[in-house]
């Protein structure tokens, strides 16, 4: 599949907001995020491995207030960015859905991409 552009690379700020991007999954809707921690872009499946519900507690707000965490907003499961390991709440030793990313120099400046897989998709318009 086509790698598909998220944004430009100075939009993710380390800890900061993430962005959301719609995506089939298993047949069926879903969303993936995307997040900067320690200078690169992760991707995930927005889905706690606890319960499958969204981490973001307010849509693009999946760090906890320390910025060194992903958060479930609904159980309170915290997620290490970079590997998507639950190392704290309900889904100890569970791990997030990764997305595969990329972040490279384009034309208009450098940018991060998804490249979707069989299982996780873009949805297309």
Request: contains cysteine; glycine residues 14%; hydrophobic residues 35%.
């Amino acid at each position: 599949m086509e790698p598909v552009r998220i944004c430009a690379s100075e939009e993710l700020i380390d800890g900061g907001a993430g962005l959301r991007h719609a995506a089939k999954y298993a047949g069926g809707d879903a969303i993936v995020f995307f997040v900067r921690y320690g200078g690169q872009a992760y991707g995930y499946l927005n889905r706690c491995a606890h319960v499958p519900m969204e981490l973001d507690w307010v849509e693009g707000q999946f760090f906890e207030s320390s910025g060194l965490y992903l958060m479930c907003a609904t159980h309170g499961a915290i997620y290490a960015p970079d590997t998507g390991k639950c190392v704290g709440g309900p889904c100890r030793g569970g791990r997030l859905r990764p997305v595969q990313v990329d972040e490279r120099d384009t034309p208009d400046g450098r940018a991060v991409f998804w490249l979707p897989d069989d299982d996780l998709r873009p949805v297309t318009p």
